[in-house]
């Protein structure tokens, strides 16, 4: 039996013995298993494989223990993977990461009870709650500098849309830009990457590439080996927020569902006519190549919810410096709203996020075929509900119990206004057509049947 031991690293080794105590006490709870697989998952950070089961699977003697000590407390690690060892030594960002799936599944789960109904599900509970996490993680300490662009795009993009991320990145690095992404493969790394050579080429020595995932994806998505700060939310509604409040401007490159999820709730939350005068720059790009594929995206949400929604953002073809300027010019109105209204460079309090959008869906076959797939609903509204639509669908695609749901009742169904499901049927073949659902080489078989309603 291989074990190893990991001093803690960052704040957490700073802990009270009655916040070990607390930690240990989580030693046989629903909680720790969930620790466990987000740890397992860091461990494999880099590998090409987004099946959680093929991913966990040679790994069946894993197992991990907290070791109490009086000055704090240490995680061993039982038989792990042997990728991330480099001559016997654990790679230092993996053992970083490691104390931030403690950090923010154990310690902070503990304080929220995230596996228990006293979790916050109000609207200002639960944004409390992001600005919580993200400050105990130091995301917002050097967040006021107003560089932070999170980037969007799929883990299944093929090769000439990841170059192009890199030099868009690469761009918004020369221009001491910062990186959020979701922290896995594709077009979640690029970004980093590029970001990284221009960094250097400044000799900006205040380079951040943040990965935010959640429990539920990041065994799909296992961080990528740029991201030097990792936050993990608890579900994937606070994993959005948390991207739209520290966010200075958006970019999303190509992607699939996921994609289409993020710009959805994005959109959804812009709409609002609360945030009206609010200034949040988002691009749309990718190499020539990918055109048609903005092309079905914008015809998509201009049939789906309207030119309002269109005039939220930017597509911009081929073009990496014209991307990066265009976010310069857009921060340059975001500092001076967020100067106006006195609102904190660091965390976007300003943005008003409706309580619908905050509050997590659960992806069933019951919640799937009970959506309220038809026009007569306001945009915004339309918005979230679309965006629980595709979330479903990801969740069928890559996460454990979406899966294992759809072993064993069948595809999810989508029932509604004829018109509107032959919008998300066209969106969603254009998607397989394109390989954008799973790992180029992967067969797909979808995970959901769309239906017009009966009359």
């Not at 709650?129 to 993200?134: A, K, R, S």
């Not at 539920?216 to 994993?239: F, G, H």
Request: hydrophobic share 40%.
């Amino acid at each position: 039996m291989n074990k190893v031991q990991l001093n803690p690293v960052g704040w957490m080794s700073q802990l009270s013995q009655v916040e070990v105590t607390k930690l240990q006490d989580t030693a046989n709870s629903q909680l720790f298993e969930v620790f466990k697989n987000c740890c397992l998952a860091v461990l494999n950070s880099g590998v090409d494989e987004d099946n959680f089961e093929l991913l966990f699977a040679p790994y069946g003697d894993f197992d991990i223990k907290l070791v109490r000590r009086e000055r704090g407390v240490k995680i061993e690690l039982i038989n792990p993977p042997e990728v991330a060892f480099v001559d016997g030594k654990l790679v230092r960002g993996v053992h970083e990461h490691i104390f931030a799936v403690l950090r923010d599944i154990l310690f902070m789960g503990n304080k929220y009870a995230f596996v228990h109904e006293s979790a916050p599900s109000q609207g200002n509970a639960v944004t409390d709650m992001v600005f919580d996490m993200l400050r105990h993680a130091q995301a917002l300490e050097g967040n006021d500098e107003l560089n932070t662009i999170v980037c969007w795009g799929g883990h299944s993009i093929q090769l000439h849309e990841y170059k192009y991320t890199k030099e868009v990145g690469y761009q918004l690095g020369l221009r001491e830009m910062n990186i959020c992404t979701g922290c896995g493969p594709g077009a979640m790394k690029g970004p980093m990457k590029g970001a990284a050579i221009g960094h250097a080429k400044q000799r900006f020595q205040r380079g951040r590439y943040i990965g935010i995932s959640e429990p539920s994806i990041i065994a799909a998505e296992p961080p990528n080996a740029i991201v030097n700060e990792l936050i993990i939310m608890p579900d994937i509604e606070k994993r959005l927020e948390a991207f739209v409040r520290l966010a200075h401007g958006i970019v999303i490159f190509p992607g699939g569902v996921g994609t289409a999820e993020e710009l959805l709730y994005l959109l959804g939350i812009l709409m609002n006519e609360r945030n009206a005068q609010q200034p949040f720059p988002v691009v749309l790009t990718g190499p020539a190549e990918s055109k048609a594929y903005f092309q079905a995206i914008d015809d998509f949400i201009l049939a789906t919810l309207g030119k309002a929604a269109q005039d939220k953002y930017q597509i911009i073809i081929d073009d990496p410096v014209e991307v990066a300027r265009t976010l310069c010019s857009g921060l340059a109105k975001v500092e001076n709203f967020r100067k106006v209204t006195g609102d904190a460079y660091s965390f976007n309090w300003s943005l008003r996020i409706e309580e619908p959008f905050q509050t997590p869906f659960e992806p069933t076959h019951d919640t799937m075929a009970a959506l309220p797939l038809h026009f007569d609903q306001p945009a915004h509204e339309m918005a979230m509900v679309l965006r629980q639509a595709f979330s479903g669908i990801v969740a069928g695609n890559v996460k454990a119990q979406g899966i294992k749901q759809i072993k064993t009742h069948g595809p999810f169904k989508l029932t509604g206004d004829g018109t509107l499901m032959s919008h998300i049927d066209a969106l969603l073949e254009s998607f397989v057509a394109q390989q954008r659902m799973k790992l180029p080489g992967s067969e797909y078989v979808p995970c959901y049947t769309i239906e017009p309603a009966e009359n």
